[in-house]
């Protein structure tokens, strides 16, 4: 609650914001879960996309504008399983520098979901070239993989493995599926409104929920 309070009253302007939500392929998601550095660069690269992007779509240059993002890593799903993803409240348009040093908002179109699909290829593109220059990702003609240095009889690791496919981690009946019931889908199964979603090799980037304008102060 502090930090939703702090958000609203100090740090978003009373712009129209835009929350995209991007998760990742099961092996990136262990890997992002034990490397905090890694989660670091990933979050670097995502920011980058998204922001050209709408920088371009207002039809300006980098150079004259400027974005504004905030960031909520979430570390579990609904059913409490281990899947580290970002929540983005990215302003929904981009601030021009005048020549009077005003800045001047303007506001973008809802990314439709070809430019969703789009992003999430040029994301995950972006995503594996940086992971194979740290060493961290290898890639062959038919494949790519993660060189993890993983201790088989380390209890944090497979604990972290079990959660993130939903198998049950300790007891008699270890490595089986969990059992779940379900009311409602759950975010990752939800398409936002029909064509709000992109989806590639496991990741997958929502951007089907927004504010309304409030045209109180810029």
Do not use: C
């Not at 779509?57 to 980098?62: E, I, V």
């Not at 409240?89 to 973008?108: A, E, M, P, S, T």
Request: proline share 5%.
């Amino acid at each position: 609650m502090e930090t939703a309070a702090l958000l609203v009253d100090d740090v978003l302007p009373y712009k129209p914001i835009r929350q995209w939500v991007l998760s990742f392929p099961f092996p990136l998601r262990f890997l992002l879960a034990s490397d905090p550095q890694v989660v670091t660069n990933v979050l670097g690269i995502v920011n980058r996309v998204l922001s050209t992007h709408l920088i371009k779509k207002a039809g300006f240059k980098k150079t004259d504008t400027h974005t504004g993002a905030v960031t909520l890593i979430q570390r579990f799903g609904s059913a409490l399983n281990l899947n580290l993803h970002f929540h983005m409240l990215f302003i929904d348009g981009v601030y021009q520098k005048k020549y009077n040093g005003r800045l001047r908002f303007h506001r973008v179109n809802p990314p439709t979901g070809s430019e969703l699909n789009t992003l999430v290829a040029k994301i995950s593109q972006r995503i594996a070239r940086h992971l194979e220059r740290q060493g961290l990702l290898t890639r062959d003609d038919e494949s790519s993989y993660l060189t993890l240095d993983l201790q088989d009889d380390d209890a944090m690791t497979q604990l972290q493995s079990h959660s993130i496919t939903y198998r049950i981690a300790v007891g008699p009946q270890q490595g089986r599926k969990v059992f779940t019931l379900q009311t409602i889908p759950s975010w990752e199964d939800d398409d936002y409104g029909g064509n709000q979603v992109g989806k590639i090799a496991g990741f997958s980037l929502h951007a089907g929920v927004a504010t309304k304008p409030v045209n109180v102060r810029s």
